[in-house]
């Protein structure tokens, strides 16, 4: 399985994007997906993560991202609204085939290469 990120960029504060994560190589529906980011000098934390339909974020981001995914694209997003500088760090894609993966790093399988985030103040 290879997943691929794209959509990052340079933004200003307050402003969206939109992360996709496109998958390949496996049935993707069953997959449980994930969004996590690294920040440099600190641990990839997670961000939010869409399991048997159920969404799930991390507080600090709860209210301002959005996960959604297109199974008929083998796709998942992020949608990214109300930016920070805080925010600013590689995003990462990971899938978890067993579909039970939430907030725990070391359950998913596959990992995409990261897609960089950056809000300016």
């Known amino acids: 399985v290879q997943l691929v990120e794209s959509g990052g960029g340079e933004v200003q504060v307050g402003d969206s994007l939109r992360l996709s994560c496109a998958a390949s190589g496996d049935i993707f529906s069953r997959y449980a997906m994930g969004w996590f980011r690294q920040a440099p000098g600190k641990e990839r934390e997670f961000v939010a993560a869409m399991s048997s339909g159920e969404e799930y974020y991390a507080d600090s981001v709860k209210g301002r991202f959005t996960i959604s995914r297109d199974n008929a694209k083998n796709t998942v997003y992020l949608q990214m609204n109300s930016l920070k500088p805080e925010d600013t760090a590689v995003y990462y894609c990971?899938?978890?085939?067993?579909?039970?993966?939430?907030?725990?790093?070391?359950?998913?399988?596959?990992w995409g290469q990261g897609t960089q985030v950056t809000v300016s103040s």
């Open positions: 990971a899938g978890d085939a067993a579909g039970v993966a939430i907030t725990t790093i070391s359950w998913y399988d596959y």
